[in-house]
């Protein structure tokens, strides 16, 4: 995965980002500069999780909500702040979704589903996107988000790993392992 995905950030911006921090677990006035350079990331990570807006922004919301009334909890492990409003982003959603999961939602994109036939290498499938939508609605999921976190949003293993709370290896292992049972499943769909 390459550096440039919007996910990434450098050693330089991850310390700035963290004196951001350490002011606003002092002053919550400060937490303004973490909710607007967020805020659209999370949003559309939401949103592309369920489809409906309204819901979405509540979600997103309730995300910062707790974000800053945990701040006091963030421990800065030298990967960026999203990370962390991720994984609060992520039980948010979990919470909806055992509520009600017809909102959950899976939207595919022709870059997210090259990236998976480039490390899947099986170009020659046919059907392709449509076998793909078939095998992503089987995944559970936890699978799921695994495969979208590393594809879609080109995140690297470590970050994966902090926003799931899993080791940096095991997030490895894990998202190779669902690769491998995507490549059975989606030789036996009937497309």
């Given amino acids: 995965m390459s550096d440039t995905s919007p996910y990434h950030k450098s050693p330089d911006e991850i310390q700035s980002e963290a004196q951001i921090i350490d002011q606003s677990k002092k002053d919550p006035k400060a937490f303004k500069a973490i909710y607007d350079n967020y805020f659209s990331q999370i949003l559309t990570y939401v949103y592309n999780r369920m489809d409906d807006k309204d819901k979405a922004i509540d979600v997103t919301q309730q995300t910062f909500?707790?974000?800053?009334?945990?701040?006091?909890?963030?421990?800065?492990?030298?990967?960026?702040?999203?990370?962390?409003?991720?994984r609060i982003a992520h039980n948010e959603l979990n919470d909806v979704f055992r509520k009600n999961s017809k909102l959950r939602t899976v939207n595919l994109t022709d870059h997210f589903s090259n990236l998976l036939q480039q490390e899947m290498e099986d170009e020659g499938l046919s059907d392709w996107i449509t076998k793909l939508k078939v095998v992503i609605k089987s995944l559970k999921e936890s699978d799921f988000r695994i495969v979208e976190m590393r594809f879609f949003e080109e995140r690297p293993f470590a970050e994966i790993g902090e926003i799931l709370e899993?080791?940096?290896?095991?997030?490895?292992?894990?998202?190779?392992?669902i690769l491998d049972k995507m490549k059975?499943?989606?030789?036996?769909?009937n497309a």
Avoid: D, M, Q
């Fill in 65 to 86: 909500l707790k974000a800053l009334k945990n701040i006091h909890k963030y421990e800065n492990r030298g990967l960026p702040f999203s990370s962390w409003l991720y």
């Fill in 166 to 177: 899993i080791t940096e290896n095991n997030a490895k292992v894990k998202t190779y392992r």
């Fill in 184 to 189: 059975t499943l989606l030789l036996s769909v």
